[in-house]
C-alpha cells in the first residue's frame, strides 16, 4: 500500500467512523472533530508517562473511534512474553495496556481480549507483568495463548519463507487488532518492536527461528495489518534483551510511537534505540516487499513533547 | 469414652480427609494449593518422611517418629488412615463388595518368607544407599506416581474438553493444559503397580499390605507391642463369624477366636458389626507372639506370587524396550549427556538420588513441567526419579515451588535469591548443529530465552552467533527448550554432579539523564 491509498483507507475510516461518533455514545474526552486532523502517518510523543502519552497521540489521531467502531470486537496484543516485573520493561507497560482497553471502550467496543504466546510460564508471565491485572480492571478479557487449540492454519500468500503459520483464533475473530509492542533490544532480531510482536500470535515459532528469522518476520507481517501499532518505548532495553538482566539494562526514553503501518513504526523505532532502519534485516526486507515503508521522511509525522 | 463402634465413623472420616486431601495434591494443576501447605499434608507420609530425617536429623521431618509412636499405641492406624494408597485400596474394595453384595472376607495366610523378603530389600535399599527397591514398593510414593501419572492426564483431558466446549461461546475463564509427558513408555510403572493394587484390593482387601508394603510389614512387626489390640473376647464372642467377613486385613481366626495384630490395619470394621461386644480395644502390654499355623483359605499362593512376579518382570521388559529415538538428519550430532540435571536445591546427583523416594509430587507440582520421571538418567537404581527434561520445559527463574513441596529432603527449600545463582548444570553449545552456522541466518532463541545472559549473541560475519559463558550460566535450560534444530539441539544443558554457584552478571546503568526536549531522531 502506497501513501496515497493509505492516507485514502484512512480517510475512508474517519468517514464511516463519523456516523457512529455522532451517536453521542463515546465519552467527551476527546471530542474533537473526527476530520480536523486525521492526516498524521505516524505519531511520536515523548517526555510524558505511558497513559498520558497514548491519550495525547491518539487524541491527534483523531480519537479512537477513527479505528473501533460502536459493538465492535477488540484484541490487543502487548508483549506478555516474560515472567518479570512491571519495572524491567521486558513486557509491554501495563498501565499503556490499560489506556488503549480504556479507549476502546469509550469508542464503544463490545468486548476486548488481550493475549500473548509467551515464551516464560504463561500463567506468570500475565500476573507478573501486572498485565493480568490492568486489563481486568480497565474491564478487558485476559485469554490464553498457551495452547496449540487455540491457533489456526492461514496461509500467507505473499510470504517467501513462511507460507502458512498457526495464527490465535482473536486475531481471526476479532473486528479490530491493535498491537501493542514494547521496544527492547534483541539477540537474534537487533531490536524487537512492531513486526517482531506478531510472533505472539503464532503457535510455531521454531520454523521461524530455523528458516531465516528476519525473512519470515518480514514475510508475517504482509498476512494481517494491524489497526494499530502503538510502541511503548517508556523504558527501553538497551542491552540484554529481550528479557534483560536488570534494571540497568534500561534507558528511560519516555517515549511512545504510534501509527498504522507496522514498518514505519518499526522504523522509527530503530531510530530511537540508536539504530538505522536498514540496521534491523526485517525492516529493510519488509520495506522491499512493500508492506510499508521504511523511509520516514515520506511520511506525516506528529512529533509531540510533553 | 467413645464407643468402640464409633471408632469406625472416626476412621473413615479422617481416611477420607487424607485421601481428598492427596488427591487434590496431586491432581491440582494450576498450583491452586499454596506449596506452603503441602508439607503439613505430606508431613506424616512414613518412607519420605524418614529419609528426610536421616538426611537432615530435624525435627521438622519427624513425621515418621510419630507414626511409629501411634502404632505403638494404637497399631497400624497408618495404614487405615493415613496412607493414601491404603485408602484407595479400601476405595476399591468398596466398589467390589458394592458390585458383589455376598463378598466376604475371611481368615487368609499370611504370606511370611515374601513380606519378609520385602522388608529385607527394602531396609538393604536404604542402607545401601540406593533407593530403587523402596521407591518401587514405597506406598504413598506408588500414589503419587499413579495419580501425576494416570489419573493427572485425564483431569486435564477433562479440563480441555471443557475449554474448548466454553471457547465456543466466548468464554475464556478456563485455560487449556498440555499433558506433556517426555516418556510416555514410564507410565507403564504406575499401570502395572495400580493393576496389581486393584486386583489385590479388588479380590483380597489388604492383602498388598500385608504382603508387599515394607511399612506395612514394619509396623506390622511394631503392632505386636502396642498397647491397644484389637482381640476377641471369648467369653462374649458368640462366634458369629461376623467380624471375619468384614475383616479386609483377613487376619481374623474365628475357629482360634484370635486376631493377627501385626496383620490388624485398625480399620475397625469389626467392632461396628460385632452385636455382642466380643471383639474389643484392649489395653494389653504383652506383645503378641507369631500365631499359630492357620490354613490356607481362599486363595491361591501361586496366584498371588505369578501376579507379583508378572508386576516385577513387566518393569524390567519395560526397562528393555526403551530405546533411544532416531529422527531425521536436519541436525547432525547426537547430544550425549554425561549427566542428568537434578532438580536445584537437590545440592548433588548423590544427594537427590539417596533421598528421592520417586512419589512424583514435584513433577505434579512443577508448573513448568520440566520435572519428569528418568528412565536410566541417574542408572537403572535411580529409574523414576525426576530429572529435568528440557525437551518438555525449562525451569522458572522465579519458581521454587518442586523445592517447597519435596517431602523426603531430596528436594531442600532454597531462597530464590540463592536459586537465582544456583547452578545446576552447565550449557553446552554444539556449533555444527547450530542454524547461524548450518544457515548463515540469524536466530538468536537460546540467547533471547537466556534469563541470566550467560548466552548471548556475537557479531558473526553479518548475523550473530551464540557464545556461551559458563561462569553466569544456572543451567535452568531455556535455551535448550527454545533451540528450533530438530531433532537434535545445537545446545544443551550437561547436569552437574555436585551443584555449584554462578556468577551473577553486573553491569553499569545504562544512560540515566535524557533531555526529552531534545528532538525526535526523524
Known amino acids: 500500500m502506497d501513501r496515497r491509498e493509505f492516507i485514502k483507507r484512512s480517510a475512508l475510516a474517519a468517514l464511516a467512523a463519523a456516523p457512529a461518533a455522532s451517536l453521542g455514545s463515546i465519552s467527551n474526552l476527546f471530542a474533537e472533530p473526527v476530520l480536523s486532523k486525521n492526516s498524521y502517518d505516524l505519531v511520536a510523543v515523548k517526555g510524558g508517562e505511558p497513559d498520558s502519552m497514548f491519550d495525547k497521540a491518539i487524541e491527534s489521531l483523531g480519537g479512537m473511534k477513527n479505528y473501533v467502531k460502536k459493538g465492535q470486537t477488540v484484541v490487543v496484543k502487548p508483549n506478555i512474553g516474560w515472567d518479570t516485573s512491571p519495572e524491567r520493561a521486558a513486557n509491554t507497560n501495563p498501565k499503556l495496556v490499560a489506556r488503549i482497553i480504556q479507549h476502546c471502550f469509550n469508542a464503544g467496543a463490545k468486548e476486548v481480549y488481550v493475549f500473548d504466546h509467551t515464551c516464560d510460564n504463561w500463567t506468570k508471565c500475565y500476573s507478573n507483568s501486572g498485565i493480568e491485572k490492568a486489563v481486568k480492571d480497565a474491564g478487558g478479557k485476559i485469554v490464553s495463548g498457551a495452547s496449540e487449540g487455540y491457533y489456526q492454519k492461514v496461509d500467507i500468500k505473499h510470504g517467501i519463507n513462511l507460507t502458512d503459520a498457526k495464527v490465535h483464533e482473536l486475531i481471526l475473530s476479532s473486528d479490530v487488532f491493535i498491537n501493542v509492542p514494547v521496544l527492547k533490544s534483541h539477540g537474534g532480531g537487533r531490536i524487537t518492536v512492531g513486526m517482531k510482536n506478531l510472533m505472539g500470535i503464532v503457535w510455531d515459532r521454531g520454523y521461524w527461528h530455523r528458516n531465516d528469522l528476519h525473512q519470515c518476520i518480514a514475510d508475517f507481517a504482509s498476512f494481517k495489518r494491524p489497526e494499530l501499532t502503538i510502541v511503548d518505548a517508556y523504558n527501553v532495553m538497551m542491552r540484554n534483551g529481550p528479557r534483560g538482566v536488570s534494571v540497568n539494562d534500561l534507558s528511560p526514553m519516555k517515549s511512545l510511537l504510534i501509527s498504522q503501518d507496522i514498518v514505519a513504526v518499526d522504523a522509527a523505532a530503530a531510530k530511537i534505540f540508536g539504530l538505522e532502519p536498514d540496521d534491523v534485516p526485517y525492516i529493510r526486507i519488509a520495506d522491499k516487499m512493500k508492506i510499508g515503508t521504511k523511509d520516514l ?10 | 469414652m467413645m464407643k468402640l463402634s464409633s471408632l469406625k465413623k472416626f476412621r473413615v472420616a479422617v481416611s477420607v480427609l487424607f485421601f481428598l486431601l492427596f488427591a487434590a495434591l496431586f491432581l491440582d494443576y494450576s498450583n491452586f494449593i499454596s506449596p506452603k501447605y503441602t508439607n503439613y499434608i505430606t508431613y506424616l507420609q512414613f518412607i519420605p518422611s524418614l529419609l528426610k530425617f536421616l ?3 530435624s525435627l521438622t521431618a519427624a513425621g515418621f517418629i510419630f507414626i511409629l509412636l501411634l502404632t505403638v499405641l494404637f497399631g497400624r492406624v497408618y495404614c487405615s488412615s493415613v496412607c493414601p494408597l491404603g485408602i484407595l485400596q479400601d476405595i476399591i474394595s468398596l466398589v467390589s463388595r458394592k458390585l458383589h453384595k455376598k463378598k466376604y472376607y475371611s481368615l487368609t495366610k499370611e504370606y511370611t518368607l515374601l513380606k519378609y523378603l ?41 479440563n480441555n474438553v471443557l475449554v474448548y466446549a466454553l471457547a465456543k461461546f466466548n468464554i475464556y ?33 489388604r492383602l498388598f499390605c500385608n504382603t508387599v508394603c515394607p511399612v506395612g510389614t514394619l509396623l506390622g512387626l511394631l503392632s505386636r507391642i502396642s498397647l491397644f489390640k484389637v482381640e476377641i473376647e471369648k467369653d462374649n464372642c458368640i462366634s458369629c463369624k461376623l467380624c471375619e467377613r468384614v475383616c479386609k486385613s483377613g487376619c481374623i481366626d474365628k475357629e482360634n477366636k484370635s486376631v493377627d495384630v501385626s496383620r490388624c490395619v485398625s480399620c475397625f470394621n469389626c467392632f461396628q458389626v460385632c452385636p455382642t461386644e466380643g471383639i474389643k480395644y484392649k489395653l494389653n502390654f504383652k506383645p503378641q507372639k507369631k500365631n499359630k499355623k492357620a490354613a490356607i483359605f481362599d486363595i491361591e499362593k501361586r496366584e498371588f506370587i505369578s501376579s507379583v512376579a508378572v508386576f516385577f518382570i513387566g518393569i524390567l521388559g519395560s526397562a528393555y524396550a526403551q530405546k533411544k529415538i532416531v529422527g531425521k538428519k536436519a541436525s547432525k550430532f547426537p547430544v550425549f549427556k554425561k549427566n542428568p540435571v537434578s532438580p536445584p536445591g537437590s ?11 520417586a512419589c512424583h509430587l514435584c513433577i505434579s507440582s512443577c508448573p513448568s513441567r520440566v520435572l519428569q520421571p528418568s528412565f536410566l538418567e541417574y542408572g537403572f537404581t535411580g529409574m523414576l526419579q525426576p530429572a529435568m527434561d528440557y525437551r518438555t520445559g525449562f525451569c522458572n527463574f522465579e519458581c521454587l515451588i518442586c523445592s517447597q513441596v519435596c517431602p523426603s529432603g531430596a528436594i531442600l527449600p532454597i531462597g530464590l535469591e540463592k536459586k537465582k545463582t544456583l547452578q545446576i548444570g552447565k550449557a553446552k553449545f554444539l556449533k555444527e548443529n547450530c542454524i547461524v552456522f548450518t544457515e548463515k541466518t540469524d536466530c538468536g532463541a537460546c540467547a533471547e530465552h537466556c534469563p541470566t545472559k550467560a548466552v548471548t549473541m ?27 534444530t530438530v531433532p537434535y539441539k545445537a545446545i544443551y544443558v550437561e547436569g552437574n554432579a555436585v551443584h555449584l554457584t554462578a556468577k551473577k552478571k553486573e553491569e553499569k546503568q545504562m544512560k540515566e539523564k535524557i533531555n526529552y526536549q531534545e528532538d525526535f531522531p526523524f
Open chain 2, 173 to 205: 475463564w478456563l485455560y487449556p493444559q498440555e499433558i506433556k509427558a517426555a516418556n510416555i513408555l514410564l507410565t507403564l510403572f504406575p499401570l502395572l503397580f495400580l493393576s496389581l493394587v486393584f486386583w489385590l484390593a479388588y479380590k483380597h482387601g
Open chain 2, 55 to 57: 538426611n537432615l536429623f
Open chain 2, 458 to 484: 556475537v557479531p558473526y560475519g553479518d548475523v550473530k552467533s551464540p557464545e556461551v559463558k559458563d561462569e553466569f550460566c544456572i543451567g535452568c535450560g531455556a535455551c535448550e527448550y527454545a533451540c528450533p
Open chain 2, 347 to 357: 545440592l548433588s546427583i548423590k544427594n537427590f538420588k539417596d533421598s528421592c523416594t
Open chain 1, 297 to 306: 521522511t515520506r511520511l506525516n509525522i506528529n512529533r509531540i513533547k510533553m
Open chain 2, 118 to 158: 520385602f522388608l529385607v530389600l527394602a531396609v538393604i535399599s536404604i542402607l545401601s544407599g540406593s533407593l530403587i527397591i523402596i521407591n518401587l514398593l514405597d506406598p504413598y510414593s506408588n500414589f503419587g506416581r499413579i495419580f501425576t501419572q494416570l489419573f493427572k492426564p485425564l483431569v486435564l483431558a477433562i
